[in-house]
């Protein structure tokens, strides 16, 4: 698919689950449902996009990962017979349908998504760490095409706040300057930095508004219970990004600069997710501009919403194997 295909789709899962005023979640009871693989959804796809669905969800080639490699590794070592096998596999080109859960479906080159990670967008399913990290790289890669002296927001991986959380004065020069090369462009042109969260298995945003000198926690789940652990998670992001930033920050703005003297606040009026497993789709939706999970009006389909994101992920232009994996859902 070119970009058009996919500036379509973007706009398709920005405008098609939103509508309702009266509640934030769509009834499936209520409606007309198509059934897609293991997603039940408000309006049929292409054959196309069913195919793909189909061989990103399918059940056998998981079944097979799971036969052949419980199978033959004993004792964290594989028998002679079965390494011939699984040798002769990779010549004759098809592994992917021995190599399950390990296969990779998104490739953007220093980044990949495999098919054990994409199956956490299956219905009811926590979504994983993987996914939400392929999503800011998307959005990154987006930012990198701005005149380099635009304005632009930098979407940090999830596991630079997992880092900065374990302890992030352990950090070393070399871990923080991978951190600085591939995530963070100039600083002077940097309006917001978005850091995903996890706090006890539930994913939050941290926006840092570097204008404003702002850190606002974007909860989809709020609880009273979890406010005071997300401020001091909230502090060791900013001060994890002093350690990282503070030559270049002193230098732009003064001496005195620091992140940790941002104000924290929490984002007022969210709509929240109206189940116990959403909380990553809601932390990628709030890197969108505009974004629409903010606003009364939208209305929430748990279903469509993850079907729509695996397309995406796996449709783009940015996917370096996309086209290999159209071929292999046709083979179906």
Not at 224 to 251: G, H, T, W, Y
């Amino acid at each position: 698919m070119g970009k058009q295909t996919t500036k379509a789709m973007e706009e398709y899962m920005d405008g098609h689950i939103q509508h309702s005023r009266d509640k934030n979640v769509i009834s499936k009871s209520c409606r007309l449902r198509f059934s897609v693989g293991p997603f039940t959804i408000p309006s049929p796809i292409s054959e196309d996009a069913k195919q793909l669905i189909l061989y990103l969800f399918d059940d056998k080639l998981n079944t097979m990962y799971d036969l052949i490699y419980t199978n033959c590794f004993y004792d964290n070592c594989i028998c002679k017979v079965c390494s011939n096998i699984i040798i002769l596999l990779l010549f004759v080109e098809i592994t992917p349908f021995f190599h399950g859960k390990r296969e990779i479906v998104v490739d953007i080159g220093d980044n990949s998504i495999t098919r054990s990670s994409m199956r956490t967008l299956l219905p009811g399913e926590w979504i994983d760490g993987d996914i939400i990290t392929m999503y800011a790289d998307y959005k990154n890669m987006k930012e990198a095409e701005k005149d380099v002296t635009s304005p632009r927001c930098w979407f940090l991986p999830t596991y630079y706040s997992q880092a900065a959380l374990a302890d992030w004065s352990s950090l070393n020069f070399a871990q923080a300057a991978g951190f600085r090369d591939r995530y963070m462009s100039r600083l002077d042109t940097c309006e917001k930095i978005y850091v995903p969260i996890n706090s006890d298995g539930h994913w939050y945003m941290l926006v840092v508004d570097i204008s404003h000198a702002t850190a606002t926690i974007w909860d989809s789940l709020e609880s009273p219970s979890r406010r005071e652990k997300m401020i001091n998670e909230s502090l060791a992001i900013l001060a994890s990004l002093d350690f990282v930033l503070r030559q270049e920050a002193r230098a732009l703005f003064c001496n005195q600069f620091t992140f940790l003297n941002f104000q924290i606040c929490r984002q007022a009026g969210l709509p929240q997710q109206p189940n116990g497993f959403d909380c990553g789709y809601y932390v990628m939706k709030y890197m969108d501009s505009p974004c629409i999970v903010v606003h009364d009006s939208y209305q929430h389909d748990s279903d469509h919403a993850r079907l729509l994101l695996a397309l995406y992920l796996v449709q783009s232009p940015l996917n370096k194997i996309r086209c290999r994996l159209i071929q292999e859902a046709r083979k179906l």
